[in-house]
């Protein structure tokens, strides 16, 4: 039923909650998981253009530890695994993905640290992800 699994990240202990029940659902399946990191082009571009370079560099880099971490974690787990890092809009960039990717459920948490922390008026991801996506969702309750 599921082959192909879609767990956005941003790298936040909260998605912990979203990973473990991704390693469940790819598990009874014997599905691959795609672990997708999207690196939010508003947070550079509103950076100064001294700053710029540096800010997107360092997005990239979380970006990468984060996707190395799920990786790690779900090859732990016999998985199989591949992990893509992206930049755009993460909502958009996410339900872009899982449909050119033929996904067959997206597991996602309620909300990570890209949120009111960082773009207090952008609204939430997963919330606009439900909004858009075709694809069968599975939202996990972080606190």
């Known amino acids: 039923m599921y082959d192909e699994v879609l767990l956005p ?29 999207v690196v939010d082009k508003r947070l550079y571009t509103a950076a100064s253009d001294e700053a710029k370079e540096e800010v997107r560099q360092s997005l990239e880099e979380e970006a990468d530890y984060a996707l190395d971490d799920a990786r790690v974690r779900l090859e732990d787990e016999g998985l199989a ?3 893509i890092r992206e930049e755009g809009i993460p909502y958009k960039t996410i339900t872009d993905y899982a449909d050119s990717e ?6 996602m948490g309620t909300h990570g640290e890209t949120g009111p922390e960082r773009m207090v008026n952008l609204g939430s991801t997963t919330e606009r992800v439900l ?6 969702t599975l939202v996990v309750d972080i606190e």
């Open 131 to 136: 909004k858009n996506v075709s694809t069968p």
């Open 9 to 37: 990240t941003d790298g936040s202990s909260g998605t912990v909650d979203a990973l473990e029940h991704a390693i469940t659902v790819a598990g009874d399946h014997d599905a691959r998981v795609h672990v997708l990191y």
């Open 81 to 83: 695994v591949e992990t």
């Open 102 to 107: 033929d996904i067959d459920i997206v597991v």
